[in-house]
C-alpha cells in the first residue's frame, strides 16, 4: 500500500467516524485486527452493534467502492465480528448489523454515502 492511500484511507476513516457521531452512533472500537483480518468501526446505533466498513476512494465512483465489499469480503467480515463477539459477552443480548460508509474524494471534494445494513451474513 503507497503512502498516499494509506493517508487517504485515514482521512477517511476519521471523516467516517465523524459521520457516524454526528447521526447518533457511539464509536466503541477502531481498525480491531485478528488473523481474519480488520473491522474498521464497531459502534453502537441506539441497542444495535454496529460492524462497519469504510472504503475510500480517489476519484473513483462510489459504485466501485460498494462493489469491492464482495462475498469473500462479507465472509471475512462476518468471522470477524464472531471473533469479536466471542471477546466481548456484553454485546452477546444485543442485535447486529454490518454497515458500509463509502467515501470518495476527488481533488479537494468528498462524498460520503452510508449504507446501514449492507449486507446479512445469514446468523
Known sequence: MTVWRKLLGDQGEKMASAYLEKHGYK??????????????????DGNTLVF???????GRSLDQAAESIDV????????LAEEYLQKHQE??????????????????RWTLS????AFRPGW
Open 52 to 58: 462497519c466498513e469504510v472504503r475510500t476512494r480517489g
Open 72 to 79: 469473500r469480503k462479507q465472509q471475512r467480515l462476518t468471522r
Open 91 to 108: 454485546f452477546s443480548d444485543h442485535d447486529c448489523r454490518f454497515d458500509a460508509v463509502l467515501l470518495q474524494k476527488e481533488q479537494d
Open 27 to 44: 464509536i466503541l472500537d477502531r481498525n480491531i485486527r485478528s488473523r481474519s483480518g480488520e473491522i474498521d468501526l464497531i459502534a453502537m
Open 114 to 117: 452510508l449504507i446501514a445494513d
